[in-house]
Structure formats: structure tokens, C-alpha cells
């Protein structure tokens, strides 16, 4: 049962369309089988390229259709209501941004119409250490210039995807923390060849999680990476990731939006369809108002998360409002997802309902790919003026 939506949440109706139709032959067993056994969802982002939606935020010069963030989140909205799961295939619309804000133009030329084609598949982000978590400036992969090339040693944890890119954006220490004039400068971004990496310096170990995410462990034993893959300046590579946060922020978001409208649109239909004590269950106020509830805070987060798109395609600074969309529409889609739970009763946990898949995949959330903390944590220094705590 498809719900009423708010009008401003109702953009690009011509491309939901068209997502929604290309997820519905990609029903619950196609998910159900690759969740049980971990598996690449290979012929769902297979689908997703050929039809263009993965290079909507790709300038049209360089063979995208050169659409804003808006129209991207239209896209992740549509998949995650649909039941389907964009986490496999999101990075690949955002992560060339790194690229093409910061690339040179034969780095454009090069990488961002293969990218595009999916020729090149750029899904795989290389930031989190294990001894650093949140804390970034902490990291110690360290790539040491020799000559015309950088030799990188380190490790990574949960970079997703790694397995399925042909191509990662790593950042990487290139000065050491106590050198560097501030903690967040003598950090660097290398553009990775993972298909000559693997097995040559680079090892890819996976990590079983509670959802299918496709994400691993990366050791790097002085894997060699041409020097021609710096991009931009050397030292300056934490402020070319930070510039991509607030897209991958709106964007996670949107997929929340999209999950909670699933647990609210299942919710709804089997409340009014099951009975017992001679009626349907969705008759009762203690089953409609925790239905309704999750509607009203979704609303609500949908709404920032409109709002942050919007500013970014307005060339507008929005790390504030992409964080508040981020938290509010993964706290508003964990809401949705117990309530979805709980209106079920026990099918709600049976696997061919898809509700305890969903639950697990949108719970991720509030941790990756930043946590409700840190959120809590700009807000309160850098709106509100509080002291640092940190
Ligand atoms: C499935 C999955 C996929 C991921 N994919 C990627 C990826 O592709 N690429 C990538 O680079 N990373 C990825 N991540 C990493 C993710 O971004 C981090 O897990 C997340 O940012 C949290 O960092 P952490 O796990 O190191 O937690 P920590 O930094 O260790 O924090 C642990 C907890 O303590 C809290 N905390 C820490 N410091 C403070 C403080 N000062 N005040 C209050 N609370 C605090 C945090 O909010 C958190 O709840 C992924 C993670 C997962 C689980």
C-alpha cells in the first residue's frame, strides 16, 4: 500500500518511477539468498548502472546526466522504499566527487567518463582505522614519496566494497602527525588501482557483519601507488574528504527515508489486513498511533533532508544541516523499523517478511558513516557555541 507523501518530499517523480520499476525485479528472495549468504547483489548495481542512475551527480561533459543531489536522493529513497538495498552501489555516485572537485583535468578526462559508463567502478572509500576510529587526524597509514611513486604501509578497517571497485579513494598520512604545523594538515588522497594492488602490497581480508555490506579489513605492505594518483596537493588530503561528508551524509539519509517509508507502508497494509479478536489489528489505537508516530517523524526528517539538499545544490555550506538529516532520518528509520517489528508481532522476526533484513540494514546508520555523537558534538560546539569537549 502506497502512502500519501508530503508534496515537497514528491520531487523528481519521472526518475522514483523509473527506480521503482527497475527494483521490482529485484524482489525480497533475490535479497533474502544473497543475505543469507552474504553475497554481492553483482546484477541489481549491474542494473542500476546501465540504466544511468548511479552517474546522476556526474557532469554531463564528462558523460553523467549531471543532475543535483536532489535527484540523487530521489534515486536512494526509491531503492531503500522499495525494499531493495542501495549500500551496495550508493558510493559509486559520491565518491567521484573527490575527483571532480579536487582531480587535475587529465585525472577528469581519465577516470570520470569510465566512471560514468561503470566501466570504472569507484565504490570503495578509504578512511577508518582500527587504533583511530572517529578521531581522523589519527591515522597512521603512512605513503612515503620515493621518486615517482608513494610506498604505502598501514591498515584500514570496514572499507566497504573493496572487493567490487576496481578503484579506491584512500587517505593517507604523508607527513607525520608531530611534523605536521596542524593535526589535520600532511594527510593526503591517493586514487588506488585496486586490480594492481590486490595480491601486490594490498590484502583484502572481509569482516563478517549483521548485514550483507560487503565490507572488509585492508593491509598495506609497501603496495606501490604512482605518484600521478595524488589528488590535488600532498598535505592537503583531510579537507578534500571533508568536502565529500556532507554529500555522503544527505545521501545516507535519503536511504533512510526510504527505509522508513517501507516499515511504515508494511505497517500499515498488515495492520489493516490481519485480525484477531474478530478484527483487524490496525482498528486499535495502540497499533495505528506508533504507525502514525513513525510517520510524523519521518515526515519531519524528510524535510531536512530536502532542506540539506537543497542548499548543496545551491553551492549553499550545509555540514550542520547534512549531519541534523543524518541524524533525524536514521533515528526517525530505527524508530519506524521497531515499530514495524512490533506491529507484525512474531512475523516480524519470520525471514520472509523482509522487516528483520531491513532492521538490521538500517540500524547501521547511527554509527556509519558518522556517529549520532559526533553529530550531537558539532551541533553543540558549532552551532550552539558550548565548549569543546574534544
Ligand atoms: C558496516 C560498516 C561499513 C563502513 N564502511 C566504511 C567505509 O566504506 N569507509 C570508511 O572509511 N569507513 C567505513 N565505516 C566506518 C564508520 O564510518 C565508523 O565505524 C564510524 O564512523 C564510527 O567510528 P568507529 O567505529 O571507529 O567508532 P569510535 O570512534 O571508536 O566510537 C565508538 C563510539 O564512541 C562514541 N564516541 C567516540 N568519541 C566520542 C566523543 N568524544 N564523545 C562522545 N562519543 C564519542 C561514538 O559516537 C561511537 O558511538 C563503516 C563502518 C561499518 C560498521
Known sequence: MALPVLAMTQSHPEIREAVRKLCEGFPGEYWRALDRERAYPTAFVQALTQAGFLS???????????????????????????????????????????????????????????????????????????????????ISTFARREGDKYV????????????HSDLMVLLCRTTPREEA???????????????????????????????????????????????????????????????????????????????????????????????????????????QFPIARAYVQLSAAALMVEKAAGMFDADEPCGTEANMAKMLAS??????????????????????????RKFRETRLYQVAPISTNLILSHVATHVLGLPKSF
Not at 554531463?60 to 542501495?86: D, M, P
Not at 604505502?152 to 570496514?158: D, H, S, Y
Open 56 to 138: 546522476v551527480l556526474i557532469p554531463e561533459e564528462y558523460g553523467g546526466s549531471g543532475l543535483g543531489l536532489g535527484a540523487a536522493t530521489a534515486v536512494l529513497e526509491e531503492i531503500h522504499r522499495s525494499g531493495c538495498n542501495g549500500g551496495a552501489c550508493h558510493a559509486q555516485m559520491y565518491t567521484m566527487g573527490t575527483i571532480l572537485r579536487h582531480g587535475s583535468a587529465e585525472q577528469k578526462a581519465r577516470y570520470l567518463p569510465k566512471i560514468a559508463s561503470g566501466e570504472l567502478r569507484l565504490q570503495a572509500f578509504g578512511v577508518t582505522e582500527p587504533t583511530a576510529g572517529t578521531d581522523t587526524t589519527r
Open 152 to 163: 604505502v604501509n598501514g591498515q584500514k578497517i570496514w572499507i566497504s566494497r573493496a572487493e
Open 331 to 356: 533515528e526517525a528509520s530505527w524508530a519506524a523499523a521497531d515499530m514495524c517489528i512490533q506491529t507484525h508481532g512474531g512475523f516480524g522476526f519470520a525471514e520472509e517478511y523482509d522487516i528483520e
Open 181 to 287: 604545523k596542524k593535526p589535520s594538515d600532511g594527510m593526503s588522497v591517493l586514487l588506488v588501482d585496486m586490480r594492481d594492488a590486490v595480491g601486490k602490497g594490498l590484502t583484502i581480508r572481509p569482516i563478517r557483519t549483521m548485514l550483507n555490506h560487503a565490507t572488509t579489513e585492508l593491509f598495506f605492505d609497501n603496495l606501490e601507488v604512482p605518484a600521478e594518483n595524488l589528488i590535488g596537493q600532498e598535505g592537503q588530503g583531510f579537507r578534500y574528504i571533508i568536502d565529500g561528508m556532507n554529500a555522503e551524509r544527505i545521501l545516507i539519509a535519503s536511504e533512510c527515508i526510504g527505509d522508513g517509508r517501507f516499515f511504515i507502508d508494511r505497517a500499515s497494509a498488515y495492520a489493516g489486513e490481519r485480525e484477531v479478536f474478530g478484527r483487524s489489528i490496525g482498528q486499535n489505537q495502540g497499533v
